[in-house]
């Protein structure tokens, strides 16, 4: 997250508070409304379990002189999370995950009479390869015998998109990126298959709760009957558990997760390519990167494993898939996979398209790694080399990026059935169009290929 | 038993009340008037297998005796 002053744009939803920069850090006001709530959580013992089980981002109290208004009980001070990303960004594991942490939160919050008030997704993000919840003020007293008030918020949320991409297609989770409140039901019920029916959770909480939701839409409300035993509440919260565990999907057959099965790549130049990267990032020393184009996420552990904070961005969900899974069982601690297409990076969404960052809005970075992309973005997307060097120059201060000659079979691959209408696409040309926003630092063919690795400074975020 | 027969009965009476009155959530987002009458309905079928799950040690136990006088 990038430090810049005053309120956060997607934190005025909740009437407990809101988040806000100043001075370079960020703040959290709790109001007085919320006030018995946040007493409780520190009170009860809930925060310090849930801190001390790294479910809940943890802050440290500051000075009430900080607070933006009159309506302030606490200003509190939340450690910062390296990089936000979204629901429509995170592959399948990474939502079941998030979905199991926002489950496992409400049960252990019902154990000190508490309960989670919202489900959002937005509330969850990916620390130290782990899912976290970043929203302290999510927390209510639990009213005995009341229902779960964020029950079709959680369905919106997780359980639909994961049985969207579970039975149906794996990509139907960027529904979550039209729909800011999630996917809505009746919507989840028409595209999953039929056979989704005789599974009793998603009968349920799916196609009866759309059902249901229909029904009532226009009844009005006006009793205060509270008819839902604490038991009963248990017994939803594990019915939704076991819902989110049955799902399941495999990376399996995508293009590019069996990528490094099919490359052209001699074991000779692997080696030298691994080395160029490891050197330059060496020398870079970067704060932050991001691999763009990442696939499962090969190069984007050199720099993860000298401990930089690395997002491995990639279009196929599979290679993803396969690399948060290896993040999680290794447990890696710096790196983040995330879904994303850099032809149509994640727009600025929700309230007037603020209250989720587009990709670019979450950049700047120090370095980049374009690693065997530009003929993607050239060849397949028809990008001029010079718009290309454009973007990344805005994007960050050094880029490391690989170049494919069109002799390479990866690149007559694309040509094989098109015309060939990029006379300028070779090294001499691409030198000439991105020399106006880099300067080239370093030039290294790769031995064993006929590729060519450059590192690249910007003109235009270093100054020059 | 006893306790089967009340969660039976508390499952029953909350499917019957859902079904009675219209309710009211007070809360910050909207839970839904549709969902939050359908999460009752469901929460109480789901709450018998929850019972048999959570008690099926007791249950066991009570079958065993049961059994065993029959033996008897």
């Not at chain 1, 003020?137 to 579970?166: D, N």
């Not at chain 1, 007559?412 to 990029?422: E, P, S």
Request: aromatic letters at 12%; charged letters at 25%.
């Amino acid at each position: 997250m990038k430090p810049a002053e005053g309120l956060v744009p997607g934190s005025f939803r909740d009437p407990s508070g809101f988040l806000f920069w100043n001075q370079g850090q960020l703040y959290r006001q709790v109001n007085g409304a919320y006030q018995e709530h946040y007493d409780q959580l520190i009170a009860s013992g809930l925060y310090r379990e849930l801190q001390a089980e790294g479910l809940l981002v943890g802050h440290e109290e500051c000075d009430l002189k900080l607070a933006r208004d009159r309506a302030a009980y606490k200003i509190i001070r939340p450690a910062l999370v390296p990089f936000i990303s979204y629901p429509y960004e995170w592959c399948f594991s990474q939502l079941k995950d998030a979905a199991l942490l926002t489950l496992g939160i409400q049960k252990k919050a019902l154990e000190y009479g508490m309960s989670l008030k919202d489900a959002s997704a937005y509330n969850v993000q990916f620390v130290h390869g782990r899912p976290l919840l970043i929203d302290t003020l999510s927390f209510e007293k639990y009213p005995e015998g009341r229902p779960w008030v964020a029950y079709r918020q959680f369905c919106q949320h997780f359980l639909a998109p994961l049985a969207l991409m579970a039975c149906r297609d794996v990509r139907l989770n960027q529904l979550s990126c039209l729909y800011v409140d999630g996917v809505p039901l009746d919507l989840a019920s028409s595209l999953l298959p039929a056979r989704t029916r005789f599974k009793f959770s998603l009968l349920s909480h799916i196609h009866l709760h759309a059902r249901s939701q229909k029904r009532y839409a226009d009844k009005p409300v006006r009793s205060k009957q509270r008819p839902m035993s604490r038991f009963a509440l248990l017994a939803l919260l594990n019915s939704l558990e076991n819902a989110v565990n049955k799902l399941h999907w495999q990376p399996r057959g995508s293009e590019w997760a069996e990528y490094y099965d099919h490359t052209n790549y001699s074991d000779q130049a692997l080696e030298v390519k691994v080395k160029l990267v490891a050197d330059s990032l060496e020398r870079l020393r970067p704060r932050d990167v991001w691999d763009i184009g990442a696939n499962t996420g090969v190069f984007s552990r050199l720099a993860s494993a000298r401990g930089i904070p690395t997002v491995s961005l990639d279009i196929d969900a599979a290679a993803v898939e396969k690399n948060y899974r290896q993040c999680r069982r290794d447990n890696e601690k710096c790196l983040l996979p995330l879904v994303g297409d850099v032809t149509n990076p994640s727009p600025g969404i929700g309230w007037e398209n603020r209250e989720r960052m587009s990709l670019l809005q979450r950049g700047p970075v120090d370095t980049i790694l374009a690693l065997a992309l530009v003929h993607h973005l050239a060849i397949s997307n028809n990008l001029p080399l010079g718009k290309i060097a454009d973007f990344f120059s805005r994007l960050c201060r050094d880029l490391i990026l690989e170049f494919i000659p069109k002799s390479d079979s990866q690149v007559q691959r694309l040509l094989a059935t098109r015309d060939d209408i990029f006379p300028d696409y070779h090294a001499a040309g691409l030198e000439k169009e991105f020399l106006p926003y880099f300067a080239i630092e370093r030039r290294e063919a790769i031995a064993g290929s006929e590729r060519i690795l450059y590192v690249m400074r910007s003109k235009v975020r270093s100054g020059g | 038993m006893n306790f089967f027969k009340s969660v039976i009965r508390m499952s029953m009476l909350a499917a019957a009340c859902c079904l009675l009155f219209p309710l009211r959530a007070y809360a910050y987002i909207d839970p839904g008037t549709g969902s939050y009458i359908f999460q009752i309905i469901i929460a109480a079928f789901v709450a018998l297998s929850f019972a048999v799950k959570v008690y099926w040690l007791k249950i066991k136990k009570f079958l065993g005796r049961l059994f065993a006088k029959k033996e008897k």
